[in-house]
């Protein structure tokens, strides 16, 4: 969309005001609201925000040695708009919004976890190849007052229990399409209070784009109706956990030809996602602090959860870390099943990008598929990698992954580390003044995860 389009726009939409929208290493949403006659110069000048916003905790605390605070005397950066993203907010008045990447000094902030995704597909693109995806969030809605589950036992999918809150759930599938979100379907999952309500897959930067819009869309429609969401991944100790899978499959460059599938293959999988299944097997340990990048994220990684606990993959296997699904040339697609609804997810699809491409470029071969429960050490093929299944391994895990570390870059490395860090001595601080886990972690993300 040009400027140009983009004011016709306002214009045909009565728009009033404009949130300029930046994200941090949470995926949570940040903004400055811009009245709408002052449009035009932002786009062209761009907009200062605090630098720092990178280099801050999930409750916006500034966190020292991620390279964007004390480093840089606490300065700002330049914001610019990707008039791509430019939206009618349908649940808000006259209200527009725009997605925004930052500069420094004039240059592209590599660290930007926008931005780190979009380095990765333009190198997906350049082999030839485009990424079709879609995160399947879970999340809980709780009485904004009592913070209690708005539907109780499990009964999942249960059609009385999604009825009870009907006029909710059909502002979601009404009003997310008009952001580009196209609701698939509506869903009660597991956990009292727990909601699944997958969209459908986009291709390249759109499929994080959407999964940003999506989390930030919930949690202001549950709070107009009187409810308060969170995707903290697991706010119950006794429930299990809000995972976000990452279903995605490869297609050719410009997006008209799925290159996953081979009916000639005994597995029904072409050599390119056999390559690109590997890689993700391969640096699966490495990556999960990445899919599951909050100390509450890894509690989820336990057995019988449906969860997985290491590094496998099967086709329709619900234990394992790939459930691959074949179904022909638009059908065929991995399912990720560590990422974590708690997670960022420009982050998990840079992930996944990272892995999938050094399995393509060094031709991985794909081990064996697990035979069976993946929880069950005789199901597992030899040589089998576990998942870390705690924040202090998963970054030692990380760091030690030279091939992920050098294809994210050293600046994101250097804040995440440093955020994360921070996060396991706060939790280890409440611990050691008598709090528990599970209180801290709740007050710690649910509001603002």
Known sequence: MSLKEALIYLSANRIQYVRFEILDFYGISHCKIIPARHFEEKVKNGIPFYFGHLGMDAQGGIVAGTGYNEELNYDDAVYHADLSTLRKVPWATNTARVILYPKYRGELVPAYPRTVVERLLADLKKMGYSLFASHEHEFFVLDAKTRTPITEGVKIRSTLRIAKHESFVYQIGDQLPEMGVDIESLETEYAPGQYEIPYKPAFGIRAADNAF????????????????????????????????????????????????????????????????????????????????????????????????????????????????????????????????????????????????????????????????????????????????????????????????CEALGDEFIKCFVALKTHEAKLEKEAINNGTTPEKWAVDYYADYI
């Open 213 to 404: 819009t999506f989390k930030n869309g919930i949690k202001e429609i549950a709070q107009q109706n009187g409810f308060f969401a969170t995707f903290m991944t697991r706010p119950f100790e006794e429930h299990v956990g809000a995972s976000a899978h990452l279903n995605h499959s490869l297609w050719n460059a410009d997006g008209t030809k799925g290159v996953m599938h081979d009916p000639s293959s005994p597995n029904g999988l072409s050599k390119v996602a056999q390559q690109w299944m590997a890689g993700l097997l391969y640096h699966a340990p490495a990556i999960t602090v990445l899919l599951c990048p909050t100390v509450n994220c890894f509690s989820r990684i336990r057995g019988h959860m449906f969860a997985p606990m290491n590094a496998t993959w099967g086709p329709g296997n619900r234990t394992a870390y790939l459930r691959v699904k074949v179904n022909g040339e638009r059908g065929t697609y991995v399912e990720n099943r560590a990422a974590a609804s708690g997670g960022c997810p420009y982050i998990s699809l840079a992930a996944i990008l990272a892995a999938g491409l050094d399995g393509l470029k060094n031709g991985y071969e794909l081990p064996p598929p697990v035979d069976g429960i993946a929880y069950q050490e005789s199901s597992l093929p030899p040589k089998t990698r576990k998942l870390p299944t705690d924040m202090e391994s998963g970054l030692e895990e990380l760091l030690n992954d030279k091939v992920i």
